[in-house]
């Protein structure tokens, strides 16, 4: 559930916001000063923040500009002032919106989820997802270093799935022990490639239903290895 912090003085309007946002699947919370409003909006996690203008301990302009020094949250500012200038002010502050007093509780509810909503989009876009490579059932992702099959997750070494992650990056190529030695653990074989063979058996016990049948790493006698897609 979306957490929203009002921080107003006027019980009646916190009240009556709170109301509002609460019967549209808000959890809220209310404090009615500014300074303890600025500590809860930089202890406790909320994804919007309603800040009125006018508050005893500390202004609205302060809180916000306290804010977000520290924090990215959505802050729509409300007042009674209907100046451009105190507009101007708080926007330039870092408010998301502002709206002038009085105005309808659901507008307010309208413009809170329409603040979360876009920024939601935002950091959604800002978010780098995981490198990812998935066939028939196996998962391998890069980003995490993490191996599943069929969803349950698999415990790898890090060779082995260094090892596993070359072979599924480079599919249908047939790669020798020797090539593989090298390109895994950066040295020369030296006609001891006993340590390939090994990796390859537990990493097959680890993804193949049948180790003798299996469907991901192929061996192709008298050469190497294969990932088959």
């Known amino acids: 559930m979306s957490r929203i912090l009002i921080i107003e003085d006027e019980e009646s309007i916190a009240d009556l916001e709170k109301d509002y946002l609460e019967l549209s ?37 302060e809180v916000c500009r306290r804010i977000r020094e520290k924090r990215d949250v959505p802050i729509l500012m409300v007042s009674a002032k ?39 989009r935002l950091v959604g876009a800002g978010q780098k997802t995981n490198d990812i490579i ?6 391998i992702d890069k980003t995490a270093r ?9 415990n790898f070494t890090t060779k082995e799935f260094d090892l596993l992650t070359f072979l599924a990056e480079n599919p249908n190529h047939v790669f020798s022990k020797d090539e593989l030695f090298r390109r895994i653990w950066n040295m020369e074989a030296v006609g001891d490639n006993a340590t390939v063979t090994v990796h390859i058996k537990k990493i097959r016990e680890k993804i193949e239903f049948d180790t003798s049948k299996p469907q991901y790493i192929e061996t192709i006698w008298g050469v190497g290895y294969r990932f088959r897609i």
């Open 25 to 61: 699947g808000f959890d809220v919370q209310i404090e009615s000063r500014g300074d303890s409003g600025l500590e809860a909006a930089l202890h406790t996690d909320f994804d919007l923040i309603v800040l009125d203008l006018m508050l005893p301990g500390m202004d609205g302009f």
């Open 134 to 139: 998935e066939i028939r059932g196996l998962k």
């Open 82 to 120: 209907k100046d451009d200038i105190d507009k101007i002010r708080g926007l330039g502050l870092g408010a998301d919106d502002y709206m002038t007093k009085p105005f309808s509780p659901s507008e307010l509810v309208a413009r809170v989820k329409a603040h979360m909503s876009r920024y939601q």
């Open 146 to 154: 993490r191996v599943y099959i069929d969803g349950v997750e698999k």
